[in-house]
C-alpha cells in the first residue's frame, strides 16, 4: 500500500482542525466515536461487497 495520500489526507485533517480551533468554529466532523464507526461501516460495506461478489461469481460459474 502507498502510504502518500494516507499520509496527506491527515496531514490535511490536522492543519484543518488547527484552523478551525484556533478561529473558535465548530469542527467540520461529527463527535468522535460515531464518526470513526461510520468510516469503520463504509469499510467493512466495502470489504464486504467485494468478497460477496467473489464469492458469488465463483459460485455461480
Known amino acids: 500500500m502507498e502510504w502518500k495520500t494516507p499520509f496527506l489526507s491527515l496531514l490535511t485533517g490536522i ?3 488547527v484552523i478551525f480551533t484556533m478561529f473558535k468554529l465548530p469542527l467540520p466532523a461529527p463527535p468522535v466515536l460515531s464518526g470513526i464507526l461510520g468510516i469503520v461501516g ?3 460495506g466495502s ?3 467485494r ?3 467473489d464469492w458469488i461469481s465463483r459460485f455461480w460459474t
Open 15 to 17: 492543519i484543518v482542525g
Open 42 to 44: 463504509i469499510w467493512l
Open 47 to 49: 470489504v464486504l461487497f
Open 51 to 53: 468478497w460477496l461478489s
